[in-house]
């Protein structure tokens, strides 16, 4: 390990204070799929709001319901979840728990057909079933 850092590969720029054997070392499973299922309601909301945005600048009138939409989605998989503007970040949305995570997993492809962008729509929802048929591929 020691070698590949003089010569910066492994994504190392200093020397390890001390040497751990990869053998002994236990990945916080749950935690990293959390961070994972939250990035894909995250691009989902970006996915919406795109939507929204582009429905207002073509229909002067349209009120950009599909993220109220996807919120609804969300929350009829028997979780909490909002979307909220934040003065810092611009916009926000409640992270889910790990159980909420596996819940949202399994039950929100079915619901996202004519939610987000038609363009992107079905290879969104094969993701989205392939993460919730193989969780261990997360």
Do not use: Y
């Not at 204070?17 to 970006?46: K, T």
């Not at 929204?52 to 229909?59: A, E, G």
């Not at 969104?124 to 969780?135: A, G, H, R, V």
Request: proline residues 5%; hydrophobic residues 40%; negative net charge.
């Amino acid at each position: 390990m020691r070698e590949d850092c003089a010569v910066e590969e492994c994504g190392m720029k200093t020397v390890p204070l001390f040497d751990i054997d990869p053998g002994f070392v236990i990945p916080d499973v749950l935690h990293m799929r959390i961070r994972i299922v939250n990035r894909l309601i995250d691009g989902l909301v970006a996915d919406v709001e795109d939507r929204d945005n582009r429905d207002k600048v073509l229909n002067i009138g349209s009120k950009g319901a599909h993220l109220d939409t996807l919120v609804c989605a969300i929350n009829s998989c028997g979780v909490r979840f909002a979307v909220w503007k934040d003065e810092r970040k611009g916009r926000n949305f409640t992270s889910l728990p790990g159980d909420a995570c596996e819940r949202v997993l399994k039950m929100l492809p079915g619901k996202l057909r004519g939610v987000i962008q038609p363009e992107t729509e079905e290879k969104t929802i094969q993701l989205w079933e392939l993460l919730s048929k193989n969780p261990g591929s997360l």
